[in-house]
């Protein structure tokens, strides 16, 4: 009772899930993502065994396809089954049982599974798949949120709207460079789902996105910020002038304190998303 996109990025190698349903939690069940391996959505009267089995056939060497006839061959309901697989090659597949409630189909190319049940109709599909192509180039989750949205604007699940969930992994994309583990958004019980689901996005980028370009501050700036440091108890005093050690010490506390740390640049440089961030919270 489902929509869902599972995609890779051929430039990256970053790979999602993105879904949405009339149902509590979509983001519990259906996706399932492991950085260089593969992403699998699973749906419709859900085989959760199939989102932890198909990433370790997939880590095991089998192709999407090979997975797909796996599970169609062992699982006793699989007439009510649906899924989507997108493996770390780019190589796809998708699944729709014949027992699962009208309307259900998918489409699989390259880099991309996309999947629905008890939809208003194919336009719900194709719209996501429009979507998608549309959207080459752009970050993974903002591409797949893209697609998502397309489909539930195009009319989703015909019995209304509930939950919607975005997982994505990519090399080195994790908190501190730690992990592959990136994006984890879920809008668990909402009435507009995928509008939460946008906004999550928007915050999780601010706070956990890294600088794409970083700039020294100007004299202003930097009065402004040691005000600031002053004011808030980050340091007692900061004295005029250059870039300073202390000041680097109580900047530094700021940017975690505000959950910044993944925006911090050392050495005097300013972040642009960081500093309009901390001028609207804190205006002069």
């Not at 009208?102 to 991309?112: M, N, S, Y």
């Not at 939460?196 to 910020?225: C, I, N, Q």
């Amino acid at each position: 009772m489902t929509f869902s996109i599972v995609g890779r990025d051929p430039q990256t190698g970053d790979l999602g899930v993105a879904v949405a349903s009339k149902f509590l939690a979509v983001g519990a069940l259906v996706p399932f993502v492991r950085g260089g391996v593969g992403a699998v959505a699973t749906q419709s009267y859900v085989n959760p065994n199939f989102g932890p089995d198909g990433l370790a056939l997939l880590s095991g060497g089998l192709a999407p396809q090979e997975v797909s006839a796996r599970f169609q061959a062992e699982d006793a309901g699989i007439v009510q089954r649906q899924f989507g697989l997108v493996g770390a090659d780019g190589r796809s597949a998708t699944f729709t049982g014949q027992g699962c409630h009208a309307w259900a189909g998918g489409i699989a190319e390259p880099d991309v599974a996309i999947q629905g049940n008890i939809l208003t109709g194919p336009e719900v599909v194709q719209a996501i798949h429009r979507a998608w192509l549309e959207a080459a180039g752009t970050p993974l989750p903002r591409r797949l949120f893209a697609a998502l949205q397309a489909g539930d604007q195009a009319g989703g699940d015909r019995r209304g709207r509930q939950s919607a969930a975005l997982l994505c992994a990519g090399p080195g994309r994790g908190y501190g460079g730690l992990t592959d583990d990136w994006v984890n958004l879920r809008a668990d019980d909402h009435p507009d789902p995928c509008t939460e689901l946008a906004r999550l996005l928007d915050v999780h980028d601010l706070l956990f996105g890294r600088p794409e370009t970083t700039r020294r501050p100007d004299e202003a700036e930097l009065r402004w910020l040691r005000g600031l440091l002053v004011r808030q108890g980050y340091a007692p005093a900061l004295p005029p002038g250059e870039w300073d050690e202390a000041t680097e010490a109580a900047a530094w506390a700021l940017y975690g304190t505000e959950n910044l740390e993944e925006r911090w640049v050392p050495g005097g440089q300013f972040d642009p998303v960081a500093v309009a961030y901390l001028r609207e919270r804190y205006p002069d």
